[in-house]
């Protein structure tokens, strides 16, 4: 048995299928079905049901699955362990971060924290909340940035910044002749909505109390803010967008912007890591690289603020 038998069973795991698996591996499907051949063979069990697609793992499986992710986030810990007492800032670093938050904050840090640190390789993934902090718990990711402290005891959070949400109105629209959003106005506005699961959407729901609306507004659903957004400006509705949005927009663009009254719906944004990672070299890169890629005044929870 070897770490790389134990690599390859997880990526069969991941994507129930073995050429996808090998792909994710970098190797042939072939050397990957043999070494995990052998691996059972040394077990004496099976541990995936091959003649069910897509693959399952067997219940002696799930359990022989688990500990490996067990084994292989200690040796990566061993690992880091050496690269942290050498203040080294070389090697991979797997970053998750929200779909709502990565278009707007990777362009302000990110190719110039890697101009910089040109030897650490930041893997970027987009994943929702639930499936970042369980990627982290089990030792997938090394942080992921998220709109919410974690609940799980085994993580720990550092917050980034704060941010506040805005309308986006179209012209079409009776808030738009409005200085201030109240949530009383938005009740009978046809929204463009994120679908469930994404917390920028739950979020605002619960703030703007739009338990009907989110009954009405299942038609609305694209799951692409970025498509909500040029449904609004061709005429089409209300969307919510958040603050470092705002400052990407152009001249034009910002006169469909209306700002909440106070109290303003505002997000927390954190950078999650597990108890016992050993990298903080790295960390206290990102997270000075970050907040200086955003504006002071996000720094802080401002009192005109509420947070979701």
């Keep these: 048995m070897n770490l790389q038998q134990l690599e390859y069973i997880l990526a069969v795991d991941t994507y129930r299928h073995f050429a996808k698996a090998a792909e994710h591996c970098r190797v042939t499907q072939p050397t990957l079905s043999m070494m995990i051949q052998r691996l059972e063979e040394e077990l004496g069990a099976k541990l ?10 067997t219940l002696l499986g799930e359990q022989v699955l688990k500990q490996a992710r067990i084994i292989l986030q200690q040796t990566a810990l061993i690992k880091d362990i050496v690269s942290e007492q050498e203040g080294s800032l070389k090697g991979t670093f797997k970053l998750s971060i929200l779909p709502t938050i990565a278009p707007y904050l990777l362009p302000r840090f990110f190719q110039q924290m890697s101009d910089k640190y040109p030897e650490l390789q930041i ?3 987009e994943m929702k909340t639930r499936p970042s902090l369980s990627a982290l718990t089990e030792g997938t990711l090394d942080a992921a940035i998220i709109a919410s402290e974690p609940d799980n005891t085994k993580l720990t959070g550092e917050i980034l910044f704060y941010e506040q949400f805005f309308g986006y109105v179209s012209k ?4 738009f002749h409005k200085e201030l959003i109240r949530t009383s106005d938005i009740n ?8 469930e699961g994404h917390c920028f959407r739950d979020q605002l729901v619960k703030f703007c109390k739009m338990e009907k609306v989110k009954i009405r507004q299942a038609s609305y659903h694209l799951g692409s803010m970025e498509t909500f957004m040029r449904m609004v400006e061709s005429g089409n509705g209300i969307t919510f967008i958040p603050e470092l949005a705002v400052l990407q927009l152009s001249d034009e663009q910002k006169k469909l912007v209306r700002p909440f009254a106070i109290p303003k719906p505002t997000r927390q944004i954190t950078l999650v890591t597990r108890k ?4 903080h070299a790295v960390r206290d890169i990102l997270v000075k690289s970050i907040k200086q890629s955003v504006p002071k005044e996000m720094h802080t929870l401002q009192s005109t603020q509420k947070l979701m």
């Design 276 to 279: 016992d990672f050993i990298r």
């Design 48 to 57: 995936f049901d091959r003649s069910i697609q897509p693959v399952q793992p």
């Design 172 to 175: 079409n629209e009776s808030i």
């Design 123 to 125: 893997q970027i993934m």
């Design 188 to 195: 009978d506005e046809r929204l463009w909505l994120l679908d």
